[in-house]
Antibody, heavy 117, light 110 residues
Framework: EVHLVQSGGGLVTPGGSLRLSCEGS????????IAWVRQAPGKGLEWVSS????????YFGDSVKGRFTLFRDTAKSSLYLQMNSLRPEDTAMYYC??????????WGQGTLVTVSS | QSALTQPASVSGSPGQSITISCTGT?????????VSWYQQNPGKAPKVMIY???NRPSGVPDRFSGSKSGNTASLTISGLQAEDEADYYC??????????FGGGTKLTVL
């Protein structure tokens, strides 16, 4: 069965850093793009970042550009979202999801990030 | 990266049909056939219901259908059932290689 399992997250003070992990199973991880999508409490979905299936292109939303980075470890079927200079407005549930232009078809369970002093 | 425009809420009675609209621009919704729709229940991860404007993933009831005209995409649910009550989001890939979501629509089954 195809799964994405997330880890990381938690409470961090403003200006701090956090790394989220997304591990795939049941499919060839390197054949698919992966996106990160977040949802602030009581709010809608916001696309954060994507990496394409070849792993040679990454994209970031304006709200996180310059602060968040992506890197992939295909040997571990994992993608990591490194979040630096965190702000209170980054507080959200973060989801990783498999997909590319066409859609996001498999979603992780989500991991909560809280930025607060 | 402006969000796509969706109505905040729609409602319908069991058995009826409802349509949720999703309006973007020629650089996103209108420019590509990459509109997808997601259903999200409280406390759960989203689930894709429609991809590439009109296609249903395996397991999604054929009561769900998608369409597009110009810069506006639509999700129609026919034969509404109580279990369809959820939040629905449209999304599309954009010409800059990014992805954008709509603001979400809360569907209430009366």
């Amino acid at each position: 069965e195809v799964h994405l399992v997330q880890s990381g997250g938690g409470l961090v003070t403003p200006g701090g850093s956090l790394r989220l992990s997304c591990e795939g199973s049941g499919f060839t991880f390197s054949n698919f793009g992966i996106a990160w999508v977040r949802q602030a409490p009581g709010k809608g979905l916001e696309w954060v970042s994507s990496i394409n299936n070849r792993g040679d292109s990454t994209y970031f939303g304006d709200s996180v550009k310059g602060r968040f980075t992506l890197f992939r470890d295909t040997a571990k079927s994992s993608l990591y979202l490194q979040m630096n200079s965190l702000r209170p407005e980054d507080t959200a549930m973060y989801y990783c999801a498999r997909g590319d232009k066409w859609a996001l078809d498999i979603w992780g369970q989500g991991t909560l990030v809280t930025v607060s002093s | 990266q402006s969000a796509l425009t969706q109505p905040a809420s729609v409602s319908g009675s069991p058995g009826q049909s409802i349509t949720i609209s999703c309006t973007g621009t020629s650089s996103d919704v209108g420019g590509y056939n990459y509109v997808s729709w997601y259903q999200q229940n409280p406390g759960k991860a989203p689930k894709v219901m429609i991809y590439e404007v009109i296609n249903r993933p395996s397991g999604v009831p054929d009561r769900f259908s998608g369409s597009k005209s110009g810069n506006t995409a639509s999700l129609t649910i026919s034969g509404l059932q109580a279990e369809d009550e959820a939040d629905y989001y449209c999304s599309t890939w954009t010409s800059s290689g990014t992805r954008v979501f709509g603001g979400g629509t809360k569907l209430t089954v009366l």
